[in-house]
């Protein structure tokens, strides 16, 4: 089964969900991507996604108020979320880049032994489905621009500034 809820947060509203196993959604973009990512994971858990109570999603709510309020910067809510090895890989670098840092798509791609390969670092990076707790939003073009983040770019750039002032603050509560 898949419980949902959405979660109040000092940048906007995140629909997250959850199995018995982990979190499978965090979500801030759009309701066709929302919806899309809905039907992905229904099919991938072979069950539809209702509205309602788990202790994961209560973990998560309190992990992410830590981190809004600048007092948490790392994660430790279980994760469930289907994916390819490449996706995997990923997705396991980008919560290897520290709090309050950036690094590129190409450096990314290099880390993981596939130079050139920055565009496969995207589209992995934008099929994230647990934005925030999968940094996704510490990833930036090599010239230092913004781009291609599922809950916009004006969310990406609130996220980079909230970790830089809470980085640079020392605010490191659970490191």
């Not at 809905?38 to 999603?57: C, I, K, S, V, W």
Request: overall charge negative; glycine content about 10%; some cysteine.
């Amino acid at each position: 089964m898949l419980i949902e809820r959405t979660i109040e947060t000092s940048l906007c509203p995140l629909r997250a969900a959850t199995t018995d196993r982990g979190i499978c959604l965090l979500e801030m973009g759009s309701p066709d991507r929302s919806n899309r990512e809905q039907r992905e994971l229904e099919a991938a858990f072979d069950t539809t996604m209702t509205q309602g109570n788990h202790p994961l999603l209560d973990q998560l709510e309190s992990e992410l108020d830590g981190y809004f309020k600048g007092q948490l910067t790392t994660f430790t809510v279980p994760l469930d979320t289907p994916s390819t090895e490449w996706q995997r890989k990923v997705w396991d670098a980008l919560i290897q880049i520290p709090y309050g840092e950036t690094t590129s798509y190409g450096q990314l791609a290099a880390r993981l032994d596939n130079p050139g390969g920055a565009r496969a670092v995207g589209l992995a990076n934008g099929q994230n489905r647990v934005s925030i707790i999968v940094p996704c939003h510490r990833v930036i073009a090599a010239d230092g621009t913004l781009h291609g983040y599922g809950g916009g770019l004006d969310r990406k750039r609130w996220l980079l500034d909230h970790e830089t002032t809470h980085s640079s603050q020392g605010l490191f509560a659970n490191q």
